[in-house]
Antibody, heavy 121, light 107 residues
Framework: QVRLVQSGAEVKKPGSSVKVSCKTS????????VSWVRQAPGQGLEWMGG????????DYAQKFRGRITVSADESSSTAYMELSNLRSEDTAMYYC??????????????WGQGTSVTVSS | DIQMTQSPSSLSASVGDRVIITCRAS??????VNWYQQTPGKAPKLLIY???ILQSGVPSRFSGSGSGTHFTLTISSVQPDDFATYYC?????????FGQGTKLDIK
């Protein structure tokens, strides 16, 4: 059974950084892409960026370029999303989502449980 | 960037009703549309990909159609588990983008 398990909730100060992990089990990590999608309280879904581990290729939404880094560690089947220079508007639930294939823009057929990130002084 | 606009933003239905949710893209995106269902406190779940292909394990009362700029998600007979928020998503071009969501609640 494929599972994506994310790291726990975070509370951060404005201007700091957060790094969220997403560990995949039950399938071949390098056969799929992983994207990060966030959802602010009461709001919709927003794609932030993604990675194709087997190609070590990343793509980011322009809105987050310069602040986001998505990476992957094949040895532990874990993807990471680091967001820097946090502001209050970054308070949200952050989800990792597995693409159905290796392309970053494949449909998201599996999701992590979400990681709550709160940015507050 | 490609904008996805869903309608309605919310709707009420009774168990057994037929429900149609519409999604329009700001430019032609062929059949690169997916539909997700999200219940409160949970991650989204893939229902339909490539506009009309039912994801494995999803009940057949869900169906999708459309191409170009106009897409629909239909629930043929709403069941109690279907009261949730639905999102369309385009995966034609990055940045990937979602519609604003349609909340389906009980009439």
């Amino acid at each position: 059974q494929v599972r994506l398990v994310q790291s726990g909730a975070e509370v951060k100060k404005p201007g700091s950084s957060v790094k969220v992990s997403c560990k995949t089990s039950g399938d071949t990590f390098t056969s799929y892409s992983v994207s990060w999608v966030r959802q602010a309280p009461g709001q919709g879904l927003e794609w932030m960026g993604g990675i194709t581990p087997i190609l070590d290729r990343t793509d980011y939404a322009q809105k987050f370029r310069g602040r986001i880094t998505v990476s992957a560690d094949e040895s532990s089947s874990t993807a990471y999303m680091e967001l820097s220079n946090l502001r209050s508007e970054d308070t949200a639930m952050y989800y990792c989502a597995r693409g159905s294939g290796i392309r970053i823009n494949d449909a998201f057929d599996m999701w992590g449980q979400g990681t709550s990130v709160t940015v507050s002084s | 960037d490609i904008q996805m606009t869903q309608s309605p933003s919310s709707l009420s239905a009774s168990v057994g009703d037929r429900v149609i949710i519409t999604c329009r893209a700001s430019q032609s995106i062929s059949s690169y549309v997916n539909w997700y269902q999200q219940t409160p406190g949970k991650a989204p779940k893939l229902l339909i990909y490539a506009a009309s292909i039912l994801q494995s394990g999803v009940p057949s009362r869900f169906s999708g159609s459309g191409s170009g700029t106009h897409f629909t998600l239909t629930i043929s007979s709403v069941q109690p588990d279907d009261f949730a928020t639905y999102y369309c998503q385009q995966n034609y071009r990055n940045p990937l983008s979602f519609g604003q969501g349609t909340k389906l609640d009980i009439k």
